[in-house]
T-cell receptor, first 116, second 113 residues
């Protein structure tokens, strides 16, 4: 248990479905992240939230919609996805967004998404 | 383009042997981090080395950093089957006001019992 909990662990959805991924951290961190990990590709940063404010959106399609209601919870709402969106979606948190020496990321176990 | 790149992409060794993985990066850094990922799970932070450090140890892990060559290496000594995982280096990358921790493609390590 890392202190970052992701649910569900596995999700299968059709292209017309609407679903959400949830992330919760109990570490008192101020920054939260969504990463996408596809087979044979490096981790791709999707969204960054700092103190509940979205600070980065790395050109992610609008079919992915993040929500951060408070500093402990992060959601990724999914709508009208494509089969190529099938991947492992990882949530992470860090003390803040700085690149200082103490700022490392704590990851959840991931949500494995399959789009049919 | 990604900031870090690991080498080799895959490494298979016998239990008890040492495993060495390398990482090259492109821009100047404050620190470099190594993470481990078991299959289908999240990444776990292993060790961080600052730009003014040349070597750092943590248990069976030894990390080196050569800022002149923009490279780092991770050595796992006396490997165990449980060390089988993917290993990633990561650096903070800044572009304008944006700042993100970027990861390489990873080295898949297999330790055979």
């Amino acid at each position: 248990e890392t202190g970052v909990t992701q649910t569900p662990r596995h999700l299968v959805m059709g292209m017309t479905n609407k679903k959400s991924l949830k992330c919760e951290q109990h570490l008192g961190h101020n920054a939260m992240y969504w990463y996408k990990q596809s087979a044979k590709k490096p981790l791709e940063l999707m969204f960054v939230y700092s103190l509940e404010e979205r600070v980065e959106n790395n050109s992610v399609p609008s079919r992915f919609s993040p929500e951060c209601p408070n500093s402990s919870h992060l959601f990724l709402h999914l709508h009208t996805l494509q089969p190529e969106d099938s991947a492992l979606y990882l949530c992470a948190s860090s003390r803040d967004r700085g690149s200082s020496g103490a700022n490392v990321l704590t990851f959840g176990a991931g949500s494995r998404l399959t789009v049919l | 383009s990604q900031q870090g790149e690991e080498d080799p992409q895959a490494l298979s060794i016998q239990e008890g042997e040492n495993a060495t993985m390398n990482c090259s990066y492109k821009t100047s850094i404050n620190n470099l981090q190594w993470y481990r990922q078991n299959s289908g799970r999240g990444l776990v932070h292993l060790i961080l080395i600052r730009s003014n450090e040349r070597e750092k140890h943590s248990g069976r892990l030894r990390v080196t950093l050569d800022t002149s060559k923009k490279s780092s290496s991770l050595l796992i000594t006396a490997s165990r089957a449980a060390d089988t995982a993917s290993y990633f280096c990561a650096t903070w990358f800044s572009s304008g006001s944006a700042r993100q921790l970027t990861f390489g493609s990873g080295t898949q390590l297999t330790v055979l019992p």
